[in-house]
């Protein structure tokens, strides 16, 4: 490992809790004109692969859009990466369709899983991993304003690195600060330890903070992030693609 990677990987990730909806959503919103736009675009070493698309959900999109702060910082990450390295963008604005159908399957897995957990409950388990589907201008969710995005980091050959969950996996450990807490890790949890200190650093320098539930999920502007980033007030609310049919009503 070389000595700057070292240096990159040599900090723990905090432990943080988990984020206090209710409080989150009155945190107000400036609003933001900023276009979204496709990490298609992006050079390398930013790649994109939009996994719900590619899985075949309704409503998914085969394109990562995010807004153009957003974008920036992701390449302001990818250029900062040590050499070798890339960054691998899974998902940014996600149609309310999309958020409501992950919302809805997780919270029935769950419901399937342990059939004894109340209301109140059940929506707290759900909303660990996703959070409810909103498109209210005052409380939107983060993944419907173009200031989220779900990311991993890639090897020489573009491969994911080992992360220790998979992407989306639904279990303790996929919160960011897990491996952190482990007293003897074996050397494949050191490695996986050492890509997410990594990828936090990395996206935490940009500007990005991270959700503590999910390795993968970091935000910029959107309400989220003024909590996290400790802000007075969040940039982005909620976001919709750009249409021909939609410019023109603008136009007309």
């Known amino acids: 490992m070389t000595d700057s990677l070292s240096r990159l990987t040599a900090v723990p990730i905090p432990e943080a809790p988990g984020p206090d909806w209710p409080v989150l959503s009155r945190i107000p919103i400036a609003g933001s004109d900023e276009p979204l736009i496709p990490l298609s675009l992006a050079p390398a070493p930013i790649k994109v692969f939009p996994v719900y698309a590619k899985q075949g959900l309704p409503g998914a999109i085969d394109?990562?859009?995010?807004?153009?702060?957003?974008?920036r910082r992701l390449l302001e990450v990818a250029r900062a990466l040590p050499e070798g390295m890339g960054l691998i963008i899974l998902d940014g604005w996600r149609p309310w369709r999309v958020q409501q159908y992950l919302f809805d399957t997780l919270q029935e897995a769950i419901r399937g899983h342990h059939p004894e957990l109340s209301e109140g409950e059940l929506l707290t388990r759900t909303r660990e991993f996703v959070s409810v589907p909103s498109d209210d201008p005052a409380a939107p969710s983060p993944h419907l304003t173009g200031g989220a995005v779900?990311?991993?980091?890639?090897?020489g050959d573009g491969l994911p690195l080992d992360m220790g969950t998979l992407f989306d996996e639904a279990v303790p450990a996929s919160h960011t600060a897990y491996y952190e807490a482990l007293e003897k890790p074996t050397e494949r949890q050191r490695r996986v330890r050492a890509n997410r200190r990594l990828l936090f650093t990395m996206m935490r320098k940009a500007g990005f903070t991270n959700l503590p539930s999910e390795w993968w999920h970091f935000d910029a502007g959107d309400q989220l992030w003024a909590h996290y980033g400790q802000h007075d007030r969040a940039i982005y609310g909620p976001a919709e693609l750009e249409t021909v049919e939609?410019?023109?009503?603008?136009?007309l």
């Open 63 to 71: 394109e990562c859009y995010v807004r153009e702060g957003v974008y």
């Open 246 to 251: 939609s410019r023109w009503k603008k136009q």
């Open 150 to 155: 779900d990311v991993t980091l890639s090897d």
